[in-house]
Every structure is written in structure tokens, then in C-alpha cells.
């Protein structure tokens, strides 16, 4: 089991940035990472991810060109990288992984190990 803690949400204006970590107690190179967002409401949103295998990157097409999926194995971490940020953004975001797949599963399902989650609040 893989422990995961979140860390990098805030307040920012509309426009802004924010960077998310995700920081695991163990290897994750072999292991799908991805973030989802749950807004007030049922459901978490699949945001972004990069697999374990292969190094795949996926986006929700609401924040591609806007969010970046990237790893440092050498930190166990995964970042996400917020920019020009809109107010839908707001939720909180959490990340989730899964050992394996060569392709990001987008359906939270598939993932086993999750974050807390941290809070992202985009004002207009």
C-alpha cells in the first residue's frame, strides 16, 4: 500500500498558479499517478495523470494546455502544475495511484491508494 500526501493548495485569483506535490513513502516509478477533484457534490473528476509504465500523460480536456503532470522519481513525488487558473478549478484536488498500466486509467475506480486531498480555491 502506498501512503500519499498532498500538499501545495491555496487561494489564488483567477489567472493565478499554484503547484501541487504528491509525495509518496515509497518508489512510484512503476505506479500510475493521476489527479482528480472533487467539487461540492458526488464523484471525483479525473484531472491529469502520468502512468508507471511507459511514462504516458493524460489531461481532461478542461485543463489541457493549462495543468502539467510531471514526476520526480528520485523524490517520490508528483507535481502538478496550475496555471492561468479559472474559478470552475475550485475543488479539492487529491491523488490517487495504482501500480502499473502503460496507459493513465481515468476512472478513479482502477485506484486503490489515495491522498487526503488539498484545497484549491480560485477566486474570480
Known amino acids: 500500500q502506498v501512503q500519499l500526501v498532498e500538499s501545495g493548495g491555496g487561494l489564488v485569483q483567477a489567472g493565478g498558479s499554484l503547484r501541487l506535490s504528491c509525495a509518496a513513502d515509497l518508489t512510484v516509478h512503476s505506479y500510475s499517478v493521476a489527479w482528480f477533484r472533487q467539487a461540492p457534490g458526488p464523484g471525483h473528476d479525473f484531472v491529469a495523470g502520468?502512468?508507471?509504465?511507459?511514462?504516458?500523460?493524460s489531461y481532461a480536456n478542461s485543463v489541457r494546455g493549462r495543468f502539467t503532470v510531471s514526476r520526480d522519481n528520485a523524490r517520490n513525488t508528483v507535481y502538478l502544475q496550475m496555471d492561468n487558473l479559472k474559478p470552475e478549478d475550485t475543488a479539492v484536488y487529491y491523488c490517487?495511484?495504482?501500480?502499473?498500466?502503460?496507459?493513465?486509467?481515468?476512472?478513479?475506480?482502477?485506484?486503490?491508494?489515495w491522498g487526503q486531498g488539498t484545497q484549491v480555491t480560485v477566486s474570480s
Open positions: 502520468v502512468s508507471g509504465l511507459g511514462s504516458d500523460t
Open positions: 490517487a495511484a495504482v501500480f502499473g498500466f502503460a496507459r493513465v486509467p481515468e476512472d478513479p475506480n482502477r485506484y486503490r491508494d
